[in-house]
């Protein structure tokens, strides 16, 4: 069965600072991993998705990585902005017919403080 | 292009009833998952519907259901609620014809059982 860790829960870093979310998987039979934020009572929104075959992805100012061998994904955010306070979700799709049936970690809270 | 649409957005039940939540994908989507968020459990996975047909079921019991409509619109169904069934319940879709897989996710529909 596939489990899914973020580390740490939660992080408060001040505006400005680089910083580094780690995603834990523990099957590495996955197709793609994606990456979420989610702000307080709201939905998903996506940020970047990385097929299995890719090692990272960029969007602005994040950029995933994927190492498949090794179980983990991190996410690096740069120069980070209050408005990046969030809780982010890493994801995971297995191969096979699995359709959307993700598994997800618990979430890294970030607060950004100006 | 609009984006995944769910009703109603808050809601209040007591226990033992039961309560239909809508989603609306995409346009041109035809997957759409639904997923259930608590503190305690995080996000877990419900069901999925493909083309009017369940092509996925997460370990929930028998009471909660749903179904697919020929425009794609979805529904699901919770029958005797219990009031551990308070939670977020986040619908998304994808695009199967979509090489990435992506995954967009509603607002959420927030349910509180008394």
């Known amino acids: 069965k596939q489990e899914v860790t973020q580390i740490p829960a939660a992080l408060s870093v001040p505006e400005g600072e680089n910083l580094v979310l780690n995603c834990s998987f523990t099957?590495?039979?996955?197709?793609?991993l994606q990456w979420f934020r989610q702000d307080p009572g709201k939905g998903l929104t996506s940020l970047l998705l990385?097929?299995?075959?890719?090692r990272e992805q960029t969007s602005g100012r994040l950029n995933a990585s994927l190492d498949k061998s090794s179980g983990r994904s991190t996410l690096y955010i740069a120069a980070s902005q209050p408005g990046d306070s969030a809780t982010y979700l890493c994801?995971?799709?297995?191969?096979?017919?699995?359709?959307?049936?993700?598994?997800f970690g618990g979430g890294t809270r970030l607060m950004v403080k100006p | 292009k609009a984006g995944v649409t769910q009703t109603p957005r808050y809601l209040i039940k007591t226990r033992g009833q039961q309560v239909t939540l809508s989603c609306s994908p995409i346009?041109?989507?035809?997957?759409v998952s639904w997923y259930q968020q608590t503190p305690g459990q995080g996000l877990q996975f419900l069901f999925e519907y493909f083309s009017e047909t369940q092509r996925n079921k997460g370990n929930f019991p028998g009471r909660f259901s749903g179904r697919q409509f020929s425009n794609s619109r979805s529904e699901m169904n919770v029958s005797t609620l219990e009031l551990g069934d308070s939670a977020l319940y986040l619908c998304?879709?994808?695009?199967?014809?979509?090489?990435?897989?992506?995954?967009?996710f509603g607002e959420g529909s927030r349910l509180t059982v008394l």
């Open positions: 994801a995971v799709r297995p191969y096979g017919n699995a359709g959307n049936m993700l598994t």
């Open positions: 990385i097929q299995s075959s890719q």
């Open positions: 099957d590495s039979a996955i197709y793609n």
């Open positions: 998304a879709s994808s695009s199967d014809r979509a090489v990435t897989g992506e995954l967009f």
């Open positions: 346009s041109g989507h035809r997957s």
